[in-house]
């Protein structure tokens, strides 16, 4: 079947190279008028002058985009999307000065969602989670990262990867599956130093198998940072992952500059991400390497940190830059990506067209994906997104609001509201 979007008042394409785009290519997302956009099936057949498009399809269904502005469906590469309850009590203890790190130290972060998610079984996890997509769908996400990492034992971080693989059959968003068995040494792991190197000997001998025997995951992330993970033991963890066919990712130099992202350059990790306190080496190694660099400025805005990850200078000193929210119960309990936009905007000095590029094109590249999403050119995957504005650079300016009227993936209707046009 035939689709045709007709009627936009912008049509963004964010055009190009199949790859991250860098440095002068972010400058220009390509905002075209009096352009419509044909679906064939899963694909886009075509992007060009209305009047031509709709001769070439005689007789498909039609789209009236009313005037709204049509993009490429956004990119989150960046999740932690299953967990049990919320855990709102910390930001109030932060509010009162308790630090993310120190409320970890005591039990609570990524400890408190462990416990909780232990308890729970596959059934609630996936009712919890399936609402949490179609909120981050419904603001225009249409290909979303999901990470394990709240399990920390053989048994939960399967049971969380395999709700992943359920969700992913199940709804019309794609979503890329990570195994992020180092997101945090357990509790029960911390007692000893003999202890702890057994946890980190377990996750590679025995969970990293079962994970890719099950084809469980696209990707294998660690959380390397002081008093989490080591870089030695993030190296050996990510090497033994690669050599098990998985891609890489990185949580790397989110609160202190450990290397992380050296360490993701070196080993030719798809993406670092966070990187709010990358030193300056780590950004001429992103830099000259092929890692995208995913910036996640909502976690440092919630956990009320001074600091942001220095976006205009990676994109100056030529890295690829992505944009993600990161959503989570403790560091970033938003769905809303066209926030993270208006962060990338306002808070990293952006242009808005290193935004978009930045939620399209280089969250796909992030995902490896750039072949296949994020942009708007035939070929492509169908992957679309309609929000009610008559400008693009109105995406970040009504900032946390919900402009999203619908999204489509692979050519299929996946999220729609029926807001009026303003
Ligand atoms: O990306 N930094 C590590 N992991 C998450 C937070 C997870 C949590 O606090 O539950 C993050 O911010
Ligand atoms: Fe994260």
């Known amino acids: 079947m035939t689709l045709l979007f007709v009627n936009a008042k912008q049509v963004v394409t964010c055009t190009g190279a199949p790859r991250a785009r860098v440095g002068a290519e972010m400058r220009d997302c390509d905002v075209r008028t009096g352009v419509a956009v044909a679906v064939e099936g899963e694909r886009i057949a075509a992007v060009g002058p209305r009047a031509e498009i709709e001769r070439a399809c005689a007789g498909a269904s039609v789209i009236d985009c009313a005037g709204a502005v049509l993009t490429p469906g956004l990119v989150d590469s960046h999740t932690h999307a299953i967990f049990g309850r919320a855990r709102y009590e910390e930001q109030e203890l932060r509010a009162a000065g308790a630090d993310y790190m120190a409320i970890a130290r005591q039990g609570g972060g990524i400890h408190a969602s462990v416990r909780d998610l232990r308890a729970r079984d596959a059934g609630e996890l996936l009712a919890l989670a399936r609402p949490r997509l179609e909120r981050l769908a419904s603001y225009g996400t249409t290909t979303v990262e999901v990470k394990s990492g709240y399990g920390l034992s053989i048994e939960d971080e399967l049971k969380m990867l395999r709700v992943i693989g359920r969700l992913s059959a199940e709804l019309t968003m794609r979503i890329v599956p990570t ?34 025997n099950e084809h469980l995951a696209t990707f294998a992330d660690v959380f390397c940072e002081p008093g989490v993970f080591t870089i030695a033991e993030s190296r050996d963890l990510l090497i033994a992952a690669r050599d098990a066919g998985l891609k890489l990712k990185l949580h790397a130099d989110e609160l202190a500059p450990s290397g992380g992202a050296e360490l993701a350059a070196e080993l030719g990790a798809t993406s670092a991400d966070h990187l709010a306190a990358i030193s300056a080496a780590g950004i001429r190694a992103l830099a000259s390497s092929g890692t995208v660099a995913t910036l996640l400025p909502g976690t440092m805005l919630f956990l009320g940190k001074g600091t942001r990850p220095p976006a205009r200078a990676l994109l100056d000193a030529g ?32 242009s808005v067209s290193e935004a978009v590029l ?35 650079r109105e995406l970040p300016y009504w900032y946390a609001d919900r402009r999203c009227m619908g999204t489509w993936v692979r050519g299929k209707a996946c999220h729609s509201s029926h807001l009026p046009i303003t």
């Open 319 to 350: 890295a690829a830059v992505a944009l993600a929210t990161d959503f989570n119960p403790g560091t970033s309990p938003t769905p809303n990506l066209p926030f993270i936009l208006t962060l990338g905007v306002s808070e990293l000095h952006m």
């Open 358 to 392: 930045a939620a399209t094109v280089n969250g796909a590249a992030a995902l490896g994906l750039a072949a296949e999403t994020g942009q708007l050119a035939p070929g492509y995957s169908a992957d679309l997104a309609l929000f009610e504005i008559e400008d693009i």
């Open 179 to 212: 195994w992020l068995g180092a997101h945090e040494i357990p509790k029960e792991a911390r007692a000893t130093p003999v202890a702890r190197a057994s946890y980190v000997k377990m996750l590679r001998r025995e969970m990293l198998p079962l994970v890719t």
